[in-house]
């Protein structure tokens, strides 16, 4: 799969009607899914492979949850604040985000195209006492087995190892109900993105395992918007996310360079 070069798209959580934990669909690269599923048992450690997620969740997570507050019009400082709310995670890994969005009172759905990732992810929610609805499944399958549509649609850090981006993405935004919202996050495809998001993480950082992103498949925002331009939905962003070396912390930032948010609305 290659991106193009030049600018181009509290309820009980639900469950699909396809409970056979297969994912398929034209969206998955093999070569990705397979890299993930090996590393699937390491997810929640957060001194091992996906420790750079852990040191970026906190980030994320202010942003959707503050985003989504403004949406629904929802006090975060409310216990549960997003009761009475669906979100769908489409390529959750093991959990990482869908947990705390659980947590925060979203009924969440939750899905991979790694059996591997979501049989961790499944038996780490339990412990946790979470009902989290988990599928090794594709946004294809979901669609075209009528699940959601939904109130939030998270895609965070996936597009950039999916075999069509232009597919996949608005098969996810179609999976947005009315009034509702979707986030999309990856890395944008600059040469300061091929510099510190590529050769500085993987081989100089050591934060991911060398390999684990082809810069090729980054995409630049005006790319994501060109490829939303058909579906019904409003895009705004992007809004980078950065690392500051001297606290170890990731924030919002107006620098969308290496890594960015954009929000695709339905009205």
Not at 20 to 49: H, L, M, N, T, Y
Not at 155 to 163: R, Y
Not at 228 to 234: D, G, K, M, N, T
């Amino acid at each position: 799969m290659a991106a193009s070069n030049d600018t181009v798209s509290a309820r009980k959580p639900q469950s699909s009607p396809d409970s056979s934990d297969q994912a398929r669909g034209p969206s998955i690269d093999p070569a990705d899914v397979a890299r993930f599923s090996a590393q699937a048992a390491e997810w929640w450690d957060a001194r091992g492979p996906f420790a750079p997620l852990h040191k970026f969740n906190p980030a994320r997570l202010a942003f959707v949850r503050d985003r989504a507050a403004e949406r629904f019009g929802r006090d975060v400082k409310a216990r549960a604040p997003f009761a009475g709310l669906t979100l769908l995670d489409i390529g959750c890994g093991g959990g990482l985000i869908a947990e705390p969005m659980r947590r925060l009172g979203f009924a969440v759905t939750a899905i991979d195209a790694s059996a591997e990732n979501i049989g961790t992810a499944r038996a780490h929610a339990e412990q946790q006492g979470l009902d989290i609805a988990w599928h090794a499944a594709t946004v294809e399958q979901m669609e075209a087995e009528g699940a959601g549509p939904f109130d939030v649609v998270l895609t965070l850090e996936v597009i950039e190892h999916v075999a069509d981006p232009e597919a996949f993405i608005r098969a996810c935004s179609r999976m947005v109900k009315p009034g509702g919202m979707m986030i999309v996050a990856t890395l944008n495809r600059t040469l300061k993105s091929l510099a510190l998001g590529k050769i500085a993480a993987e081989y100089v950082l050591r934060w991911v395992p060398a390999g684990t992103h082809d810069w090729r498949q980054f995409l630049k925002p005006d790319e994501i918007r060109l490829m939303l331009s058909q579906e019904p939905v409003a895009v705004r962003g992007p809004y980078g996310l950065t690392w500051d070396p001297f606290t170890d912390r990731w924030s919002e930032s107006d620098d969308a360079g290496i890594n960015y948010m954009m929000i695709a609305t339905r009205d």
